[in-house]
Antibody, heavy 120, light 108 residues
Framework: QVTLRESGPALVKPTQTLTLTCTFS??????????VSWIRQPPGKALEWLAL???????YYSTSLKTRLTISKDTSKNQVVLTMTNMDPVDTATYYC????????????WGQGTLVTVSS | EIVLTQSPGTLSLSPGERATLSCRAS???????LAWYQQKPGQAPRLLIY???SRATGIPDRFSGSGSGTDFTLTISRLEPEDFAVYYC?????????FGPGTKVDIK
């Protein structure tokens, strides 16, 4: 059974750095072809893909946010971490992690999401 | 970056009716790389269709996907009460993943 769960602060101040953790089970990021992405959704708005890390530790980022994002993994802990620097109120959103697999570029399993509010 | 446009923005229908949702891409998309999701309030998106026309595990056969190139369609043959939700299309390309703005299917 594949599950993913996001964790991190619910509130961050403008200019701070956000760190989110995705803890998953039911698959391993050391298995060839496995990937985990971060996706966000501002309240009432559409989904936006942020970053992906694959089993081989290759990393891919949204062009528009690339300079602010870092994705990493800890295979032994079944965790993927996303950091986003210089947070702004427009970054207020629900942040999801989700699984994809090489050759199947869609998100088949999602976490429940974590709402992050950026406010002073 | 490929931009996805979905229409209509809102579709007001009654249970039992047929729903036809459109997703149009700014450039040609490989059919293998087009997916559809359903999202209900307060929930994460759920994968419905991948590869433009393949149903995900556990998805009822009233959901079907079609299309190629720049025009794709999600059809719900007979709306059930639990189908009223927002639907997103998603594509994968050289610049990564992009989602459409969504179509809300609400009860007429």
């Amino acid at each position: 059974q594949v599950t993913l769960r996001e964790s991190g602060p619910a509130l961050v101040k403008p200019t701070q750095t956000l760190t989110l953790t995705c803890t998953f089970s039911g698959f391993s990021l050391s298995t060839s072809g496995m990937c985990v992405s971060w996706i966000r959704q501002p309240p009432g708005k559409a989904l936006e893909w942020l970053a992906l890390i694959d089993w081989d530790d290759d990393k891919y980022y949204s062009t528009s946010l690339k300079t602010r994002l870092t994705i990493s993994k800890d295979t032994s802990k079944n965790q993927v971490v996303l950091t986003m620097t210089n947070m702004d109120p427009v970054d207020t959103a629900t942040y999801y992690c989700a699984r994809t697999q090489l050759g199947f570029p869609h998100f088949d399993y999602w976490g429940q999401g974590t709402l992050v509010t950026v406010s002073s | 970056e490929i931009v996805l446009t979905q229409s209509p923005g809102t579709l007001s229908l009654s249970p039992g009716e047929r729903a036809t949702l459109s997703c149009r891409a700014s450039q040609s998309v490989s059919s293998s790389y087009l997916a559809w999701y359903q999202q209900k309030p307060g929930q994460a998106p759920r994968l419905l269709i991948y590869g433009a026309s393949s149903r995900a595990t556990g998805i009822p056969d009233r959901f079907s996907g079609s299309g190629s190139g720049t025009d794709f369609t999600l059809t719900i043959s007979r709306l059930e009460p639990e189908d009223f939700a927002v639907y997103y299309c998603q594509q994968y390309g050289s610049a990564g993943f992009t989602f459409g703005p969504g179509t809300k299917v609400d009860i007429k």
